[in-house]
């Protein structure tokens, strides 16, 4: 080998140590992205995208069987993902989703929530809702069905325990309640809605809910 050629030899492997260099230092980079993107958003007080894609950036879900979480008690929200996360509330879809968010991050994503201002209800039948108003705000004396607005608030404004009802698709909250009825959700402190919902006929929380859907919150 002639030192020219050393030389050369010499500068190609090092050219290639750099390739293996930039290769690995772009693959980090390329891994590192998915990560870094949740954490920055989390920093800066913004929702996860991963929940976006059904309950919508700022928690208004536009789809009726995805709930509208905008609004909720942040306490009510945090609840809710803890029972997701340990399967105390079934969900196929929740229960994954909140396996991936950390316990840190779940307070974070309820605050968020809860700051956000829900959108108003679609009432489809006005006559149930007529029906629904007298349940909600006087319960059905005849089946020891107590008001909602008891614990719902009024206006279904909710709390930190009862959450917030108003506005909310009616699609949801009669699966919610069905779901009380046979026992599928059970997260329910003392069982209190599923003692309620027992002692319903669907018509009743058909109607319940379409009026629910007309309440502003306020
Ligand atoms: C693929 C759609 C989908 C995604 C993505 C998703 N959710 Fe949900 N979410 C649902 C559905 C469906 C329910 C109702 C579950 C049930 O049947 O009880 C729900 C319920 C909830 C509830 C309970 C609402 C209530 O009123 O009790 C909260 C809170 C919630 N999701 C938060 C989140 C957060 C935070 C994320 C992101 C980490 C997320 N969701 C991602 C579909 C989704
Ligand atoms: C004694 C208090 C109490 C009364 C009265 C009550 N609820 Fe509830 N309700 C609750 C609690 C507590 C929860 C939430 C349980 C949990 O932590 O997951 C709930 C949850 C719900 C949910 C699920 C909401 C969601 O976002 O997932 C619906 C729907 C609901 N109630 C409807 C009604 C209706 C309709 C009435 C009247 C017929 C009613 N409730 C009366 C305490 C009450």
Redesign the pocket.
């Known amino acids: 080998m002639t030192p020219n050629e050393s030389i050369s030899a010499c500068s190609l492997r090092h050219r290639r140590a750099v390739r293996v260099i930039e290769s690995f230092l772009l693959l980090m980079l390329a891994i590192s992205i998915p990560l870094v993107v949740p954490i920055a958003a989390r920093a800066e007080g913004a929702p ?1 995208p ?2 976006a ?3 919508m950036e700022d928690g208004n879900s536009v789809t009726p ?3 509208k ?1 905008a609004g ?1 008690d942040a306490a009510y ?1 945090s609840k ?2 803890m029972d997701f996360k340990k399967f105390k ?1 079934v ?1 196929e ?2 229960g994954p ?1 909140a396996t991936q ?1 950390s316990d840190s991050e779940i307070d974070a ?1 309820a605050m968020y929530y809860s700051k956000q201002k829900r959108t108003p209800g679609v009432v489809t039948d006005k006559n149930l809702a007529e029906q629904g108003q007298l349940i909600y705000t006087d319960g059905i004396v005849n089946s020891a069905v107590p008001a909602c607005s008891g614990c719902h608030g009024e206006k279904g404004e909710g709390t930190d325990k009862f ?1 917030r009802l108003a506005g909310q698709h009616t699609a949801y909250l009669n ?2 309640m069905s ?1 009380f009825k046979n026992i599928v ?1 059970n997260n329910d402190a003392r069982g209190v809605m599923r003692a309620i919902t027992l002692r319903m006929t669907d018509q009743e929380m058909k109607a319940a809910s379409e009026y629910i859907a007309s309440l502003k919150g306020e």
């Open positions: 996860n991963l929940c894609g059904c309950h069987d995805f709930p979480i909720l929200i809710q993902i509330r969900s879809i929740m989703m968010i994503l959450p699966t919610q779901n959700r």
